[in-house]
């Protein structure tokens, strides 16, 4: 960094400090800036200065618009120094000349500046500059790395930083590794250092600048024994007042600021023994080499690992952005970024770092939020159209047996549920593999509307699968299926079913990893050989050895717990297992019910082998349907799920009382229980839910096995003693498990204690209330299907949120719970207090993993949207020239923007 902008800044400050009369300098202001432009690359700073003035210059401004102009400029000088000095000290800046008397030779009072050592730079690619007299060390490695975007895969340590060892092993425990992953390592927050203000005036709890004069600085022993060594320092401003600043572990920084030392100190004022106090504030030198780059405007603050200071890696960037900042390839193309009026990415780069106000912080935050949304959705929608592209899936256009079978249920579709299932139909009547999302709130009918696209898919002669995510709801949906089909309460021998409106039997299966042995290989063998038409169970759907005779449909629920891999591997037992019964000579049955009748029995199995008849065309590829029993706000739906059709059930079936719902204090807990005493005395039953299984030391909240022993000895003892209060929590077994919800299902037990493993899977309409434990644990989707679980009969029904001592947010979360009882809006609510992450009560895979952008950002995520479909509609495979950092640039984000977790 020369001295033209140090002096420039000297000069604009008393311009603005003089009026703005533009009267300092011979010729005035613009003669200047013309002098200091000469030889400057297109993107200096100078340049970015003087395009912002009209065609008449600083002359041609008024007051107001120079005062303006002033600020701007001196702000942006003061980022530009502030990356210097990260690099080398700042040269002596003398007194600004005054404008000269007649008596006076013009040229004096020229400001001298030395000849700049930088050619011109042509374009932000190409950045490669020749060795230079004074350049720094990371000027030097930018000049011998690799030319333009391909020098930002230059390894930290060969970068000139100056940084060693542990330091090194620190930053790539964030993740930073080379020049690229530092420059787009962006702070999560700035501060707001851009004004200062005197001591007297500090607020308690608010971020401040102060700037003064140190008295003195020493270091002082503090902690038990005198073993933490700190230094504490004593700061006098203009007015006279003093204020204490205290480093804690840092006894080093004494050293840095000597008495009579000009310093800004920023950060949170806090009171100590009644007085205000900074700890561990950010500090700077003013009248040193460095002034300015921790302090005195927007100063980015970035994640950290244990060990790395903040200044550490705030210089590291700092450096780095100034040497490498114009090797960035910018991979959007133009007429994208000129039609959402986009930052071009290397100033968005760098003002995300030092932002010379809040708007271009916000441009450039929303540049940067684009480009990963539109990453996302090329990958989605590349996706949806490759499996789309593969054709040859099931065409089923009758449906005379599902319609049979909902003519025999006691209640008649809703609207909605009918819209639902007719664009389920029209994908099936298509030999384009269906990929659907469906998804509506709790208790909105979504498995009525599946199971009729499965019997549509059976009556058609291919099979069809229900996949779960854990066991208990796996099971559910097995007892749910045949319950549904056969109208009995029990699971029929052997699963198997008479269907209306099928001629014969449907066979179903539950596969999970609990099944035993014996009934594993039964059902196994059943569905290679096309034995069973309805197979129902969790991920061991999947696994390696089971194959399937003529998979047509895939159903998986609760989609948020499975991943695009998951789902992927369905697909391809379809497209594995039709290739492969084709060459056994298993070419599929005249019917799914051809082989179910053979099939009641031991023999079964077996007997499947002889009932294929029909070729089948090797290669079929599965529809998919996905269900979401939580909602999924449609920014979160277009990212995580972009490569689906959404459709929503958005209406509950008739006859659904609401749920009242109270959030109780702790002196209010007794409410809570009496209203379960009065509805298990009036006959119905209750839930009470805890976040945890067994007490723990480290967390302060209620476990099941011990709010299970409180109720059943002392709040509601005689239902203790006549066994009529049951346990459910993960740690059980299967079978025992299911036991427990068989009892309560059935009545035999009034009050069921439960961890969230109740979260779905369990219909009792005679349970009318719930009490949750620890509600403040749990987010708004995952409170919304705990109450989901009430409110499923004929009686009025009320949930309690229960919580000791929630933080300020979760009051606010179970402050919307208790107002609102739309499943959407609550998804909505939770999105934005709890993030992406957390929407589902667990981190979830498919969700992408962002920087910069926001799931809150619909509008921008549609503008990506369209612009991803209208570059593969023109480019599928992103071919063309102008498109090829595009496509370098998602092929190196995928992994990192759509991760799998599972």
Known sequence: MTADLWRLRAVLERELEGGTADALLQGGLDAMLAREAEGA????????????????????????????????????????????????????????????????????????????????????????????????????AAQRAAPGANALDLPIEQAGTGLRGVTLARLEHLGIRTVGDALRAYPYRHHDFSRTVPISALRVGVEQTVRGTIDRAREVRMGRGGKMRSTEAVLTDDLGARITATWFNQPYIARSLPAGAQVALAGKVTIYRGRPVFQNPEYERLDGPGSGQHTGRFVPVYSLTQGLPQRTLRTMIATLLEAFAGRIEDPVPEEIRKRHRLLGLVEATRQIHYPDNEDLLREARRRLAFDELLAIQLGVVSRKREWQAQGNAPVVTDHAAAEAFLATLPFTLTRSQRQALDAVRADIARNVPMSRLLEGDVGSGKTVVALAAMLSMISAGYQAVMMAPTEVLAEQHYRTLCRMLSGEAEPPLHGVVNVPGLPLPVRIVLLTGSTKAKERRAAIEALRFGGAQLAVGTHALIQEGVEYARLGLAVVDEQHRFGVMQRGALRRKGLESAGAQGRKGIEGGTSAGDAASANVGEAGDEASNETSETAVPPGISPHLLVMSATPIPRSLALTAYGDLDLTIIDELPPGRRPIVTKWLSPIQRAEAFAQIRAEVEAGRQAFVICPLVEGSETVESRAATEEYERLRTEEFPDLGERGRIVLLHGRM??????????????????ILVSTAVVEVGIDVPNATVMAIEGADRFGLAQLHQFRGRVGRGEHASMCFLLADDPTSEAEERLSVMERTTDGFALAEADLQLRGPGDLFGTAQSGVPSLRVASLLDAPLIDAARREAETLLDDDPDLKRLDHQPLKRAIASRTASVVAEMH
Not at 71 to 84: F, G, Y
Not at 93 to 99: C, K, Q, T, W
Not at 734 to 744: E, I, N, S
């Open 733 to 750: 077994g299967a079978r025992q498990k299911d036991a427990v919800m068989r009892a309560f299902a059935n009545h035999e037990a009034d």
């Open 41 to 140: 690359r297109d993107d200096a700073a100078i340049r970015r200065m003087i395009g912002a003035l009209p065609p008449g210059g600083y002359a041609s401004l008024d007051r107001d618009e120079r005062v303006t102009w002033l600020r701007r400029a001196i702000a942006t000088i003061r980022r530009e120094t502030a990356l210097a000095d990260a690099l080398e000290p700042p040269p002596a800046i003398g007194p600004v000349p005054a404008r000269p008397t007649r008596a006076t030779k013009p040229a004096a009072a020229k400001i001298a500046k030395p000849p700049r050592a930088r050619p011109a730079q042509t374009s932000e690619g190409d950045a490669r500059r020749p060795a230079a007299a004074g350049t720094t060390p990371t000027q030097r």
